[in-house]
């Protein structure tokens, strides 16, 4: 932040000019971060050259004119969001951007001991333009946050989220009423799942044990059939031989 109770020089205005010129009104960071105009504005800040070009514009009489016939430059690289510096810090609507702009900063700074509100307002105000009483009220906004318990206050005046806003910032909650059907489902479909698979097995074990016994049937027929294939041999080996004993009778008489 620059001393804006130092007396701007000609080549200061001179270079706000043509910086004005060149990036539009209201891109002060785009203008002092200009290599072109940063060597004479490094020292000045975005609140110091807004009230610097409203003073020029109203000493030679443009206001409003100049306003409208200035260009307006989008510059997409930077992240700088204008806003009046001669309103408070918003309530209401907007208050919820500047809570979640400091969610953002003490996320970002990453402080295990919390992080002071000098360190919160100067990464705020690299990204934003801010009002002249900013400082004032961040500082009633954290306490706000504290009484809510979303922030918690430790020493040396520093602040840290607590683990159970970064929870609730970042996992939905889950009513029960929406997990209960779902669970009834669940379990009415496993108990169909349950009786399906023990049916199937029953129907295997019957099936197995219809296999079993018809093999052991072939087994025991087979064994029948083997029996009488040996005793139909015996027999005809015993009618061989008798019809042998008769033959040789009948040759000797």
Not at 20 to 45: C, M, T
Not at 52 to 71: E, F, H, I
Not at 99 to 112: D, G, H, R, V, Y
Request: charged share 30%.
């Amino acid at each position: 932040m620059g001393n804006p109770k130092q007396k701007w020089t000609s080549e200061e205005e001179e270079a706000l000019r043509a910086g004005i010129a060149k990036h539009g009104a209201g891109k002060w960071k785009n203008i002092q971060r200009d290599p072109e105009f940063n060597h004479l504005l490094f020292s000045r800040s975005n609140i110091d050259l807004k009230d610097k070009w409203r003073n020029l514009s109203v000493a030679n009489g443009q206001g409003t004119r100049d306003k409208s016939k200035m260009p307006k430059t989008k510059d997409a690289s930077t992240d700088v969001v204008m806003l009046d510096s001669s309103r408070p810090l918003p309530e209401g609507n907007n208050a919820a951007k500047y809570n979640s702009m400091i969610f953002e900063a003490l996320s970002t700074l990453k402080e295990p001991n919390g992080s002071d509100s000098g360190a919160i307002a100067t990464y705020i105000e690299q990204r934003q333009e801010v009002p002249q009483n900013f400082k004032r009220a961040l500082s009633s906004r954290l306490r706000r946050l504290v009484q809510q318990d979303k922030l918690e206050k430790v020493q040396n005046n520093c602040y840290r989220i607590k683990s159970k806003t970064q929870l609730d910032t970042r996992i939905p909650i889950t009513r029960p009423k929406e997990l209960q059907p779902r669970q009834v489902q669940s379990i009415g479909y496993l108990g169909n799942t349950v009786e399906e698979a023990a049916v199937s097995a029953a129907y295997k074990i019957a099936e197995a044990e219809n296999k079993s016994f018809v093999a052991a049937e072939a087994v025991k027929e087979a064994e029948r059939v083997s029996m009488m294939a040996e005793d139909m041999e015996s027999f005809l080996q015993f009618a061989m031989d008798c019809y042998d004993h008769g033959r040789e009778i009948v040759l000797m008489a």
